[in-house]
């Protein structure tokens, strides 16, 4: 079976614009929620969010003229995946039409470019603009994503999107993985980019009273997974990609592997819209599928990144999940959720707990969960509350719920 391995990072994320910056508040807990600034959110009873910060300047990655016709998304993406191409050794402006067919796309985006679409009828309804964008359609389209990445880039090969929920971007990942893995292509960008951070979007999350309100007057403590007190989410935004390469041909050009895909694996509780079946048994099934695909014992596995959303339901499910998928294991394995410092990026989540991994790896320090100041009696594994913690890992477990019943896991193997 051809190995998959990762040789570049990019993120764009509210606590860190770039991979190193990224990696630096997230080893030592800063937080990126704040209160909203995209638009005012004093009629809302939610008045937090992740955002990127306002340094992030999308002008460099989009032209004036074409940021009315694109969701922010755009330059979200393009940022991440021109740092993960840079990191990753490959001048893609020195290729040519063959070696760039080459080279495939898959993103993960749970919304997509949904704010570019609600902008575009407010304006309208409004009266403010005689007619929307001539993208408006195009645009609204989430595969668009795909697309305008492979164009921004060159990337002739196969130009997807997976949009699956909060699991989108782990199996973007995912997907890429296994079309390596058979054969398809050597050279894979995937990852997950979100940005739902709108009025609208913000209303119908509120509606399903699933976010954080009780910290508008001190946003950094909003986000709590694990927390007895936690009371919701917190929605972000975020970009986060990667390049895959078959491993042989990664070392034929001297590419450095942060680390290896070694199992991935996907299930459905097949039970309810939007809540999680109580037995944990899917979540923890997804994960075994991923450890047996790896070829190894779960108590080789060192570290987990929770799913860790800081709802009720979710942070103690999950944490059922993990007792069933490692057994006695579970107590000994160290494990956080970046959520708490970033909120949740939607469909990009995935792939920024499996950037964390990496670097960690990479590191030797994991990073810890934040604002755990009482730990829910449901909640009772090591979350790395608080401080980050120097340790090797040789095996990590990045673990995502979604939507719909999905469960996705993703075994990673230091390089």
Not at 101 to 124: A, K, W
Not at 386 to 414: Q, T
Request: include cysteine; glycine fraction near 10%; hydrophobic fraction near 40%.
């Amino acid at each position: 079976m051809r190995r998959v391995v990762i040789t570049g990072i990019g993120a764009v994320s509210p606590n860190g614009i770039g991979r190193e910056r990224f990696w630096e508040a997230t080893r030592n807990g800063v937080s990126g929620v704040r209160r909203i600034t995209r638009f005012d959110p004093s009629g809302y009873q939610v008045q937090v969010a992740g955002e990127v910060p306002d340094e992030f300047d999308e002008k460099l990655y989009v032209e004036v003229k074409d940021r009315p016709h694109v969701s922010r998304a755009v330059p979200l993406a393009a940022a991440s995946v021109a740092e993960a191409v840079a990191d990753a050794g490959l001048d893609v402006k020195l290729m040519n039409r063959d070696e760039l067919r080459g080279i495939g796309v898959i993103v993960g985006s749970g919304g997509g470019s949904q704010d570019f679409t609600e902008e575009q009828y407010r304006l309208f309804y409004a009266g403010l603009i005689k007619q929307c964008s001539v993208y408006t359609i195009p645009t609204g389209t989430i595969g668009t994503l795909a697309s305008e990445v492979s164009m921004r880039f060159g990337f002739r090969g196969l130009s997807h999107i997976v949009s699956t929920g909060c699991t989108s971007s782990t199996d973007a990942i995912g997907y890429a993985y296994r079309n390596i893995q058979a054969g398809v292509l050597n050279t894979m960008v995937a990852g997950g980019v979100d940005s739902p951070i709108a009025p609208l979007i913000l209303r119908g999350f509120q509606l399903m009273r699933i976010m954080s309100t009780r910290w508008n007057h001190d946003p950094t403590r909003a986000s709590r997974p694990f927390s007895k007190d936690r009371d919701g989410f917190v929605i972000a935004e975020g970009s986060w990609f990667f390049v895959l390469e078959e491993m042989e041909q990664a070392k034929a050009r001297g590419a450095h592997i942060y680390g290896e895909i070694a199992g991935y694996g996907s299930t459905c509780e097949a039970y309810h819209r939007v809540r999680l079946e109580e037995c944990g048994e899917e979540p923890a099934r997804a994960i075994g599928m991923a450890i047996e695909e790896a070829g190894i014992q779960p108590t080789d596995v060192q570290y987990i990144h929770y799913h860790g959303t800081s709802t009720e339901l979710n942070d103690r499910i999950e944490t059922r999940a993990v007792k069933l998928a490692f057994c006695g294991h579970a107590e000994k394995l160290a494990g956080s959720s970046l959520k708490s410092m970033i909120g949740h990026p939607q469909g990009a989540c995935g792939a920024a707990g499996i950037a964390a991994i990496l670097l960690s790896m990479r590191d030797g320090v994991v990073p810890p969960t934040i604002n755990v100041d009482e730990p829910d009696e449901n909640c009772d594994l090591d979350y790395v509350p608080d401080i980050g913690r120097k340790m090797n890992i040789e095996h990590a477990v990045a673990n995502c719920i979604a939507f719909g019943s999905k469960n996705s896991a993703m075994v990673l193997r230091k390089a």
